[in-house]
């Protein structure tokens, strides 16, 4: 059977199997409903409600309001939970098929001196219930560890790196695997950049991020190819209270790049609708490193006070969502512009560190001039969820448009002409263009069948990049990708929980030809002419899978056990099929191999959680194998056409193997201190292939954080802190050419913040002490490691949070 009318089939028995499945059980559950109040009869968010002993859980709205779907007649307990507030329990008798919880008070829970009762948040829960690893952040911790980007800010988590450049750019890093390896989402749809490039950011405004979930591990399953190596996760923002109009108004200072912005919100809302804005604005001058020479391919870059010329830039970003809610329908749009424009140091990019003006980039810090990128990205999209009897469904459509430049003077080189011609199609100055558009549709159904929570659910993506510029490195492409899936999480009883999970997934990419606006000197035979050489053919690759994952939880009381056994796939992208030039960057020359197979990878992922009135332990180690890993090869070639001898790389596949883990440790000395140990390692070695015994590039060396925090009680302030981070680096001497092995590093950190209240809202405040001592140091995943550029020097970091209500 064609596999096109396989997908079909399946498509059509798991919408029948939805449907059937909703006939049988809308008249066996029960839709439960309610409001949390405290005891001061103030409505209470984020309350963890829970019905047994089925175990179905949510948590509570701005209102305090929870709904909770599916609840099999046969339940019996109802229980709520709130930090510092005693645990809330009582008996159900569900005989009607929609039951009104009457209004539920938690009283103040008395802590004393020798004891800390913490009770379970819903982040908690979720890593009890789920197989993988998870970890969940929330706009506390973003502004307490506030960086450059939002995922400078996730970093200080084991087990997740960044590979940055420059101090407003970063991409994420999940136990070593990062680029098209590692999925974003955000508020639902995929976030779709040039991610590919090392160089190239990830446009997501922090100020805007509310809860982060960070999935460790292979998660095609959930999201299909490209999240082979894990995910991030950005949830949506919660919906303002019911007839509030306020907001919050963001300042943030940093010493190291003279960086000064901030970001201003407005939200309100009636009964059912509502609207959410936000307007960042961030603008930052060339940082500083701890050096005052870099060594750019042994040539000695002297630094003007030890400030990386033209790493300046600025950020614009615009953010809106407003939508409809009820209580069995919500539909919510949201809508997004980034904007970055950011320089590249001027002496790591081209094809010869020696020739820039120093004197010209010299007499500013904060002015942008090239090689510089200028980056928008727009999006649009909507999330629409209803219930229909036991079945609750989610559609989420998107569209993005993600248009970058990269701006350089014009330097023939190769066989390129010396001087530009006037009639070429690009602007003299416009090295290199992508312009893609990416339209999104997914659909789910949640439902329970008795002790079964089944989601299935199908999607679908369509993207078009196209190119500019007067030089070459990949080429214009169309990509479609499709996938459905089935996920039954089954609660056997009070302690056991299974997973499984099968998806089916079908990709396409159709490559354009390329060839050369100049003429080369081709020599044949003794003979020389002129061509215009073809640097990417017309190709069309198309891809299937089917993909497995299977877990069990063990929860008893105190300790929980879990493991997660599954597949997942990567298709290759253009990059790796068809790229056939140099990158600046790197300086060296990059060639596709369009015979490369999918990426496939088998992973075994342990956990194990003990939690007790002071103490915290979690481990999460893990075991992966890729039988046809891709990755770029350096080779004996060197380019003859379009640069100055750049060595040639070229894409590969080979087995790979990789094993390691993370460690998180807690324990509560005092009431008011507290300490915590997060290490994490990371192996990985190539089992074939030409770098047979090599590791893989960008493998962070094993590190460990000690941290101590001081919350102090003082008069009219509130969860005042002060923390103190260590980080040992471990040496990386395990390495694949042309990486240079890396020292170990160590690195301390200063945090201290509070809660000032002031009327109805309280003013948060921070403050950070970046790289205290303004050690000299080397990251290993850093985008500028080839060229032994440290890190950035001490940066003091303050942050001010304003919040206000103008109606309530």
């Known amino acids: 059977m064609p596999k096109n009318k396989s997908i079909r089939l399946l498509t059509f028995c798991l919408v029948l199997f939805s449907l059937i499945s909703a006939s049988k059980t809308v008249a066996q ?3 439960l409903s309610g409001t949390v109040f405290s005891n001061e009869r103030k409505p209470l968010e984020g309350a963890s409600v829970t019905v047994f002993p089925a175990k179905i859980s949510t948590i509570t709205d701005k209102d305090g309001g929870f709904i909770l779907n599916g609840i099999p007649k046969n339940a019996t307990k109802l229980t709520v939970r709130f930090s510092g507030y005693a645990v809330y329990e009582m008996k159900l008798k569900l005989e009607k098929s929609a039951v009104i919880i009457p209004n539920i008070f938690l009283i103040s829970e008395v802590k004393e001196l020798q004891e800390v009762i913490v009770s379970e948040s819903y982040e908690g829960r979720r890593k009890k219930e789920e197989s993988l690893n998870i970890e969940t952040v929330n706009s506390s911790f973003i502004q307490r560890n506030l960086g450059g980007s939002l995922m400078q800010s996730l970093q200080r988590l084991p087990g997740v790196k960044t590979i940055s450049i420059g101090s407003g750019g970063s991409k994420p890093l999940i136990r070593g695997l990062g680029f098209n390896q590692v999925i974003v989402v955000e508020n639902g749809i995929k976030h779709e950049g040039q991610q590919w490039g090392a160089d190239h950011g990830l446009e997501i405004d922090q100020y805007a991020v509310n809860r982060v979930e960070i999935i460790k591990g292979p998660s095609s399953f959930m999201y299909g190819s490209d999240a082979i190596g894990g995910a991030v996760n950005i949830k949506p923002i919660h919906q303002p209270a019911k007839n509030v109009l306020g907001g919050n108004i963001d300042f943030t200072g940093k010493s190291n790049n003279e960086q000064f912005g901030g970001s201003v919100n407005l939200f309100g809302r009636k009964e059912k609708w509502f609207f959410d804005t936000r307007m960042t604005v961030m603008d930052y001058g060339d940082y500083r490193v701890p050096t005052d020479t870099v060594h750019v391919y042994n040539y000695a870059v002297r630094l003007h006070k030890n400030q990386l010329r033209n790493t300046a830039g600025r950020e614009f970003d615009l953010h809106g969502s407003t939508g409809f809610i009820s209580e069995k329908f919500k539909s919510i749009v949201y809508l997004s512009r980034v904007y970055t424009k950011s320089g590249f140091f001027a002496n790591a990019h081209g094809l010869e560190p020696r020739n820039v003006d120093t004197n010209l980039h010299d007499k500013s810090s904060r002015d942008i001039l090239m090689p510089f990128q200028e980056v928008t990205h727009h999006k649009i999209s909507n999330t629409t969820s209803f219930e229909l009897g036991n079945h609750q469904w989610e559609t989420q459509i998107g569209f993005q448009k993600n248009f970058r430049r990269e701006w350089s003077h014009y330097v023939n080189h190769g066989y390129m002409p010396p001087i530009y011609p006037d009639e070429m199609y690009a602007p003299q100055d416009l090295e290199r263009q992508y312009d893609k558009e990416v339209f999104s549709i997914a659909v789910k159904d949640h439902f329970y069948l008795n002790k079964h929570q089944i989601t299935i659910g199908a999607n679908a ?15 214009a492409f169309k990509q479609f990708n499709s996938g459905i899936f089935v996920y039954d999480k089954w609660q056997l009883n009070d302690f056991w929980l299974l997973h499984g999970a099968v998806r089916a997934d079908y990709g396409q ?8 606006w100049f003429p080369s000197e081709i020599s044949e035979n003794g003979q020389t002419t002129q061509e215009f050489l073809k640097r990417s053919e017309d190709l069309t690759r198309q891809f299937s899978s089917f ?11 105190s300790l929980t056990l879990k493991t997660n056994l599954g597949t997942s796939f990567r298709m290759p992208i253009a990059k790796e099929l068809a790229s056939n030039g140099v990158n600046y960057h790197y300086f060296r020359f990059e060639k596709g191999n369009s015979d490369l197979n999918p990426e496939r990878s088998y992973q075994l992922d342990l956990g194990m959680e003990w939690q007790a009135s002071k103490w915290s332990v979690q481990l999460s180690p893990f075991f992966n194998y890729f039988p046809n890993y891709i990755y770029l090869n350096p080779t004996s070639q060197h380019d003859i056409y379009y640069g100055a001898g750049n060595q040639v790389f070229e894409y590969q596949q080979s087995k790979v193997m990789r094993y390691g883990g993370e460690l998180q440790t807690r324990y509560q000395v005092l009431r008011q201190i507290s300490v915590e140990i997060l290490a994490e390692y990371l192996y990985s070695e190539q089992l074939s292939g030409s770098k047979k015994g090599y590791t893989l590039p960008f493998s962070p060396p094993a590190s460990v954080l000690f941290g101590m925090t001081y919350n102090p009680e003082i008069k009219n302030l509130r969860d005042t802190y002060l923390s103190l981070d260590y980080r040992y680096t471990a040496p990386q001497n395990q390495i694949v050419p042309p990486e240079k092995k890396t020292n170990a590093s160590n690195v301390i950190n200063l945090g201290l913040g509070t809660k000032i209240r ?12 970046q790289n205290l001592f303004n050690t000299r140091y080397l990251n290993h995943t850093s985008f500028y490691r080839l060229i032994e550029l440290p890190e950035a020097g001490r940066n003091i970091i303050l942050s001010l949070r304003l919040p206000f209500l103008l109606s309530n």
């Not at 990419?509 to 050369?516: A, G, L, T, W």
């Not at 993909?547 to 009381?557: D, L, Q």
């Not at 109805?760 to 002490?769: E, M, T």
């Open 29 to 31: 559950s029960v839709r």
């Open 547 to 557: 993909n497995w994952s299977a877990g069990v939880n063990y929860n008893p009381g």
């Open 509 to 516: 990419i159709k490559i354009k030809e390329y060839m050369d």
């Open 758 to 769: 002031s009327g109805k809202q309280d003013l948060i405040l921070s403050l950070q002490v």
């Open 461 to 475: 993506e369509k993207q078009e990049n196209t190119i500019n510029g007067w030089s070459f490195l990949i080429p």
